[in-house]
Structure formats: C-alpha cells, structure tokens
C-alpha cells in the first residue's frame, strides 16, 4: 500500500505516518482520505505510556494538522477540588490534558463533541475515538468514522489522514439487521425506549449495523445519544440506523440500500421491561448514597428538564451531572447554576463520575438514568447501582432511597 | 490468543506492559488485530522493547496452542515459532 508524501512532515508527523500505515494495512485499507477534523480520546491517563506518547510528540515538534477536540481527561480542571484520587494521578492527569492543548487540541474535555460548535456536517469524513461519540457522529448526524482507539486518534489528528476502509466507504454504511421492537404501553418518554433497543442492539448484533423500526416520532436527539452510548458499551456498535429518526434511513428501503435485511430481530414488551429492569443490581427501597447523570454529558436541554424536576427542598443525597465546560460556562453566565447547586446538583466538568475519582461515598448504591453508567460503574468503582428515568432518580435523591413510579 | 476484543484501550494497556516488562514475548493470533498491533508499535517506537506478533494459520494454532512451551525468533517481518517439551 502506497505511503502518502507528507508535505512539510516533521519528525512527529513521519512517526505518525509510520504508526497509522501499519495500521492500514492490518485493517485492509486501499489507500488514505484527508479528514475535516479528530476527536482524541488520550486524556485519560492509562499508565506512563500515554504521557510518554505525547511529550515525544511535543519532543519532535509536532502540531496537529485539524481541528482537533478532546475527550474527557482524568481531572475536572474547573473544579480541581472535586478530585479524590492521588496526587500522582493528579499531576500525571492534569499534565497530559495540558500536553495534548500543546499539541493543538482544542481543551473541549468532552464526551459529547458532537455538542459543541465543532459537531461534523453530514457526509464529513472525520477521525474519531470515544465509542459513544463515534456511534453518533455516523448514527445521528451521518459524519463518516471508524472507531478508532488509543494513538491511533491522535496520529489521525496529526497527519490530517484516515485509513480508507470500513464506515469512510458508503456500501460499508448499509444496515444488515432489521430490529423491531414493542415499547410497553405504560412508557410515556422515549428515554426508556432508547436505552432497552440499544443494550438489545450492543448484546445481539455485533458488528453488523442495525436499523431499528419502532422508535417513536418524538425520540429526542438526546435520547439516540443514550441508545448509541449503552450500544457502543455493552457491545462493539460503531453505527445504527433508527427507521424514520436518522439521516441515512428516512425509511427500511433506503436503511438497508434496497437490498433485504439479513437477519430480523424482534425485542417484545416483555423483553424491554426485562433490559430496564437487569440494568440495576439493586431492587427498590435500597438506600442511595448519590445519583449520578450526564454519562455521556448532559446537554442543555437535558438540563432544563432537570430543572423541573427540582424543587427548593434540597435533597438528601448529591446529585452529580457530568457535563462539558461549554454547558458549565452557559450555566454560570445565565444564573441557572445557584439553582441548581441550591437543589442539591454538583455539577462536574472535564471528566466523568464513572472514569475518576469523584465520589466519596460509595457506601450505598448509586442510581442513574444512564445505561452507559450502569454498565461501566460497577466495575469500575464497585458499587451497586439502580437504573431509572430522570423522574426516578430525583425523587429517589428526595428519598434517600431507590423509589419506582 | 485467536483474536482481540475490540476495546480501543487496549493498545494503550498493552504499550503499559511491555514498558513494565509484563507483556508476554510473543502474542500468536490467527486474525489480525489493528488493536493489539498498535500497542505493540508504539512501544517498540518510544521505548524499543520488542512484543512478537505473529499470524498463523488456524490449523497451525490449534498445533501451537497445544504446545507446554514455545520458542520464538522474530527479526523485521518474519518470525518462527518451535514447540518445546511437546506433549
């Protein structure tokens, strides 16, 4: 496979060039595209390994070649008090946030780049890590990317290329399995809908793409981003296709390209009441010891529907709400966010509850309304959890304990 | 082991060992894996310790994983493995 020249390449970009051509090859590209931008996902400090990475980038004099935004990173740099893990963490994670804005990168410090002003057009050919990203940078919006992972993000970002294989090539875009699924009458919001069809999809599909028929008119762009986010978590989803709410599938025709699927998968009432209900690994009336939200981080919108679930009376637990600094700074500047903290909110920025130490007390269970938080937390923190919609968690925080509607 | 499992960390957890010295000498797949290729790249560039990857046929494997112990010789882009105290 043909190396491309790099014009005025520098040392950084030929090491670059060098990783991601062998890289080509082991994935079957024909060649390279040039990307309109990258989303790295290299704050998150794994090891030595992942500052030796970018200071010998930085060594050899190396500056990103598109715009760049970067994923959540170890430390909330706004609220730096909020952190509760070691001091060498500390230092090591807040230095290779600071290295990566040295390369170039924009300090987005987000999960949800696709909600900042750098969200890709439709049809963009983009470079992109993060599995919650990715699915809905193709899903929803129609930009084209492979899930791309550690270094691999970031020599995209520093070369300006891709390999051209897999979601960069229209015929690769087609959905294989039609997914059909029944929502419970006594569901009202989408938001359940969304999370139960994308575990479904995460656990029975693979890497085939699905489309799902089923979902109602008003599911919400926030709501395909819960289902992209707990599909991309308990499964290897890069892309999905939700019939009639996505830009490559106004309908099943166009969906699967005019060819007919090559599976159908049906997921009844009972089944999706089953999904909700094996996300948490607590039963009712278990006391809480914090709620958490914004995996991946809250939006705006998802904040004013928050906000009128609040009310004065402080409640007994924390609720944590990740976000992005965008989102912190609209909150400070319009006065929202004394509202908030006033109703018991800690709003935390930069980073995320479930990958850093934010939470003190892990003596109870945490409930959230994220099937992404849900699958990652206990593992990750070891505790128990309780999944809800947003109505539940409040009222839950209210009560100390986990409450059902 | 056959094939990875398509978690995008796992370059990083992988460079993480070799630099520690914890990785194994050599990983035998019978699939290519971007992933696992891509650690074993980045810290042979930053820190020249060296993890063999190696593709096999399927038949090959099932021989190779059969094997209480193995010898590996890898140079620039071919590598040989032998089977010691075979059972």
């Known amino acids: 496979m043909d190396r491309p020249e790099v014009i005025n390449g520098g040392d950084a970009t030929q090491f670059c060039m060098r990783l991601l051509a062998r890289f080509g090859e082991a994935v079957g590209a024909d060649g390279f595209i040039e990307i309109e931008q990258a989303h790295v996902d290299g704050c998150l400090y794994h090891g030595p390994v992942s500052l030796d990475f970018v200071e010998r980038l930085l060594t050899l004099g190396g500056r990103v070649k598109v715009p760049t935004t970067l994923n959540v990173g170890s430390i909330d740099l706004i609220h730096p008090e909020l952190f509760a893990g070691g001091e060498p963490l500390r230092t090591a994670g807040t230095r290779l946030m600071a290295a990566h804005e040295e390369l170039g990168c924009l300090p987005t410090f987000t999960c949800a780049p696709y909600q900042t002003m750098f969200k890709p057009r439709f049809g963009a050919q983009i470079a992109w890590g993060e599995s919650n990203a990715i699915v809905f940078a193709n899903s929803v919006l129609g930009a084209r990317t492979n899930r791309y992972g550690d270094f691999i993000d970031l020599a995209c970002a520093m070369t300006g290329l891709a390999p051209n294989y897999g979601l960069h090539i229209e015929i690769n875009r087609r959905a294989r399995i039609l997914v059909e699924i029944e929502i419970p009458d006594e569901w009202t919001e989408a938001a359940l809908a969304a999370v139960a069809a994308g575990h479904a999809i995460g656990q029975q599909c693979g890497d085939m793409i699905p489309a799902i028929a089923g979902l109602p008119a008003e599911t919400s762009g926030d709501d395909l981003k819960a289902l992209g986010a707990v599909a991309a978590s308990a499964g290897a989803v890069a892309m999905f296709h939700a019939i009639g709410l996505t830009p490559e599938a106004p309908d099943r025709r166009t969906a699967f390209h005019g060819e007919e699927p090559a599976r159908t998968i049906r997921i009844d009432a009972g089944e999706m009441r089953g999904i909700i209900a094996g996300l948490s690994t607590v039963a009712a009336g278990t006391p809480i010891s914090a709620v958490c939200l914004g995996t991946p981080h809250f939006s705006l919108a998802e904040f004013e529907r928050l906000e009128k679930l609040l009310d004065e009376e402080r409640p007994n637990v924390k609720i944590f709400v990740n976000t992005a600094r965008h989102v912190t700074a609209e909150l400070e500047r319009s006065g929202r966010m004394e509202a908030l903290k006033a109703g018991g909110v800690v709003v935390v920025t930069d980073t995320c509850t479930y990958v850093t130490a934010i939470l003190r007390d892990l003596s109870g269970a945490v409930m959230t309304n994220s099937g992404k938080w849900a699958y990652y937390a206990p593992g990750n923190l070891g505790v128990e959890v309780a999944f809800g919609s947003l109505a539940e968690c409040v009222a839950s925080a209210r009560a100390g304990k986990v409450v059902r509607s | ?87």
């Open chain 2, 1 to 87: 082991m056959r094939a990875g499992r398509g978690s995008g960390s796992g370059s990083s957890v992988l460079a993480e060992a070799i630099r520690c010295g914890t990785a194994p000498s050599a990983i035998v797949m019978t699939s290519r894996d971007a992933i696992v290729m891509t650690g074993a790249l980045v810290a042979a560039e930053l820190y020249g310790r060296h993890c063999a990857i190696m593709l096999l046929e399927e038949a090959d494997w099932v021989i190779g994983a059969g094997w209480r112990m193995a010898v590996v010789e890898a140079g620039e882009g071919l590598a040989t493995i032998h089977g010691k105290n075979v059972k």
